[in-house]
């Protein structure tokens, strides 16, 4: 593992296992209760180790932004699983 497990962290892996398929970064943030900059961190940090992915929203949005869709990886599910009743 090389990031660490933080409150945050934690609370990320839960709402990626829970899963859907639009879990942009304002989603995250309102599941966590926590804020935007928080959770682009941890995402940043999940991505860099693997453990979870991320794509751009397809198609041209000309009245607001593109958002981007994370996902946990699944070979990681059960250590997520696992990382989670470890710490909480």
Do not use: N
């Not at 180790?49 to 599910?77: E, I």
Request: proline residues 5%; hydrophobic residues 35%.
């Amino acid at each position: 593992m090389t990031f660490k497990p933080t409150r945050a962290t934690l609370d990320v892996l839960q709402v990626l296992l829970l899963g859907g398929d639009e879990l942009d970064l304002t989603r995250i943030a309102k599941r966590t209760r926590r804020t935007t900059p928080t959770i682009t961190i941890v995402l940043m940090r999940l991505e860099r180790a693997g453990w979870a992915t991320s794509q751009w929203q397809g198609g041209t949005h000309t009245t607001r932004p593109r958002r981007r869709y994370y996902q946990l990886h699944p070979d990681y599910t059960d250590a997520a699983r696992a990382l989670i009743d470890t710490h909480r």
